[in-house]
Structures are given as C-alpha cells and as structure tokens.
C-alpha cells in the first residue's frame, strides 16, 4: 500500500496542503520547526487514531480553526481508497472512506503504518505504560477488534476501581461486595485475552527485533524481549518485574492465574482502592546481552532498540496485512545514526512498498532515499 496524494486542512501548522507522494522513498527535508513531522504526524493518525507527540486531540487544531482535515489518497495494486478524518476540537471526530460515512474507530481498517520518531526512546528508557501502548497499537492494527477488547477491559477497569474506592471509603468487608465478583468475572475474561494476545505477539516480535537491532548496530548484540506479568507476581508499576512469562500462552491459562492473584491481592486492593494485577500494570522487558535495556543501554543502544522495536512492527505487519506493507514513516531519525548505521537502515528499509522521510539536513539522508524530495518552509511546500 502507498500514499499518492495527502491533503490537509488546519492541521498544525498547515492552512492547507496538497502534496503527491510516490512509491519507494519520500524525503521531507525543512529546518526544524516548519512543519515536516507535522506531515507523518497526519499519516499516523489516520492508522491508530492518535499521536505520537500529544496525547488529545485539541493540538491538532490549527489555532484559531474549529477544526482539521486529514485526507489521504490509498493505492494499493489497482485498488484507490479516499480515507478521512475531521478532527473537532468541541465535539465527536468524523470519518469518511469514498466519502461515504464511517466509524472513525473503523478508520484503522483501511490504512496501516508505523512511525518512528525521537518520542519513541521511551520506550526503552520510560515508563511501562508507553511499552503497553506500543505492544496493543500494533495489535490493533493486526486485528482491530482488539481495539473493542482494550476499550471494554479499560471500561470494566474502571467501574472495578470505583467500587474499591468506595468499599475503602465506607470500610465494607471484601466478602459483602458480592458486585465485585461479577466485575471480578469480567476483568478475568476480556485480561486474560488481552494478555494472551500480547504474548502471542511478542513471540512473532522476539526474532524480528533480534535482526532488525543486528541490521541497524551491525554488530552480534542479543536484543530479546519478554513480558512481564502481574497475574505472575510482578509488579513493573512498583519496580518488581522479575516474574517473566516465556512463550506464547493461551488465554484459559492467564485466567486461572488471574483469578489467583486476584484472590491473593483482594484485601490489598481494598486498602488501596486500585487494582493490582492484569494487563495495565503489565511491562514489555527488554534486554540487550542478557542485561534490561533500560538502565544499562547507552544512548546509541537505546535509539538503536527503539528502531528495532518500529522495524520488527513493520515486517509483522507486512507479513498479515492484506492491503500490503506499511508504510513505514522515519521521523529525523538520520541525524542520530553515524554514516555506517545511515548506510544500514538504508539497506533495511529498501524492500518497503512507501517510506516517508523527514530530515533538517539533506545530506543526513543516503542518495538511495532522496528520489522524491519535497521542501518544506512555515508549513508550505516550496519546492518538490
């Protein structure tokens, strides 16, 4: 799949834009501040619904406009999609495909893509939480009725921490909330395939990141990946992460130990009011020969993961997709990589279908890369 033609409408800092794309590479080069992540910041939110660099959706809007536009032209062998978005900045986003109405949840169905940009260090050296988002983003994108399964766990979630607080408050016993069981029934049943699914997904990753790190570092680093689960007995969120589960494992099994650590934490949860066990205090660990990436790596290992985590997401989505490779969008990533490490992920990215480029500095990028060149200046395309 490819991007022909991106139209904006007070997105950021564009009043307006209309800018062709081709197949192969795509380089967007402008001094920093113009408005070139602006343009791979649109395209991803056409496929996950969000941004990588805010996390409402006000930003979006140009200042002083009601609205923004995100529209896209999809080819995809000889099959041409319209996809778009309106971001509202006082009410509910609207959809279109061929101009016809959608869900804006259904838009992901039509467009797949992944991004990488310097935001995404975090997910080595950050919190859980942007691991999480990570693993269950890509899951979306390879099924999108996950995205129901998330959203009904998060609902579920909720309404259980509400009860904890209350029984907290009130000094209720565990055993007269006989309402808790029935949210305890249905934690149980949308976690625990939650959790199966982001096993299963991190086994496809598990050989991908180790190649992609080896193509981007050239070197035999061992970068691996592991859950980390709280059903187990870690506790990431409270820095306890040494219960790890290996291998892809089915959701009857996470139930039955969901429901255990449940039992086990009950009277901890009503001290707290929160619940401490399931899939939203789970980690994504991540090791680099043998030792956790975070606290260990250096920054060049660090940026060098966290490439390798967007590749590995890409050749995934390759592999399933049925409307063909991602495009796959590198946000200034050449001006961190050394010429040797330039060369490489040249070399890597090549196979892909579309690859969209932002750069400061033309000469940061390879000459392979620079075949559609488009300037970019106070959100105007100046040159193409």
């Given at each position: 799949m490819i991007v022909t033609r991106l139209n904006l409408s007070d997105f950021r800092n564009y009043e307006a834009a209309d800018i062709e794309l081709v197949a192969g590479a795509n380089l967007f080069v402008g001094s920093n501040g113009q408005g070139k992540t602006n343009l791979v910041e649109s395209l991803g939110y056409l496929s996950t619904l969000g941004s990588h660099r805010v996390p409402t959706?006000?930003?979006l809007v140009r200042a002083g406009a009601d609205s923004a536009i995100v529209r896209a032209r999809l080819q995809h062998g000889d099959r041409?999609?319209?996809v778009e978005?309106?971001?509202?900045?006082s009410s509910a986003n609207r959809a279109q495909v061929n101009r016809s109405p959608i869900k804006t949840r259904d838009l992901p169905r039509y467009f797949s893509s992944v991004l990488f940009a310097p935001e995404d260090l975090a997910?080595?050296?950050?919190e859980p939480s942007g691991r999480r988002r990570f693993l269950d983003e890509l899951l979306v994108l390879l099924s999108p009725r996950m995205s129901g399964v998330i959203a009904d766990y998060e609902r579920v979630l909720k309404q259980r921490n509400t009860l904890l607080k209350s029984a907290r408050a009130t000094g209720v016993k565990g055993d007269r909330l006989s309402t808790l069981e029935i949210w305890d029934d249905r934690l149980v049943q949308l976690g625990s395939e939650?959790?199966?699914?982001?096993?299963?997904?991190?086994e496809r990753l598990i050989p991908e990141?180790?190649?992609a790190y080896r193509s981007i570092a050239g070197d035999d680093h061992a970068a691996s990946l592991a859950l980390s689960l709280t059903v187990l007995g870690a506790d990431p969120e409270e820095g306890v992460a040494d219960a790890v589960g290996t291998g892809a494992v089915a959701a009857e099994q996470v139930a039955g130990w969901f429901r255990s650590s449940l039992e086990r934490l009950r009277r901890a949860e009503l001290e707290r009011g929160v619940t401490l066990a399931g899939p939203h205090r789970d980690d994504l660990v991540l090791t680099l020969n043998g030792l956790p990436a975070r606290g260990y790596a250096s920054h060049g290992e660090s940026w060098s993961f966290a490439l390798a985590l967007k590749l590995a997401s890409a050749h995934v989505l390759r592999?399933?997709?049925p409307g063909g490779d991602p495009v796959l969008m590198l946000d200034d990533v050449f001006a961190e990589l050394d010429e040797s490490r330039r060369g490489r992920l040249a070399q890597a990215v090549a196979g892909y279908e579309q690859v969209?480029?932002?750069?400061?500095?033309y000469d940061d990028v390879p000459d392979e890369l620079t075949g559609n060149t488009v300037r970019i200046r106070a959100g105007r395309v100046v040159e193409e």
């Open positions: 959706d006000q930003a041409s999609v319209l978005v309106q971001i509202n900045r997910l080595v050296r950050a939650l959790v199966a699914a982001r096993s299963e997904l991190v990141v180790a190649a592999e399933d997709a969209l480029i932002t750069a400061a500095v």
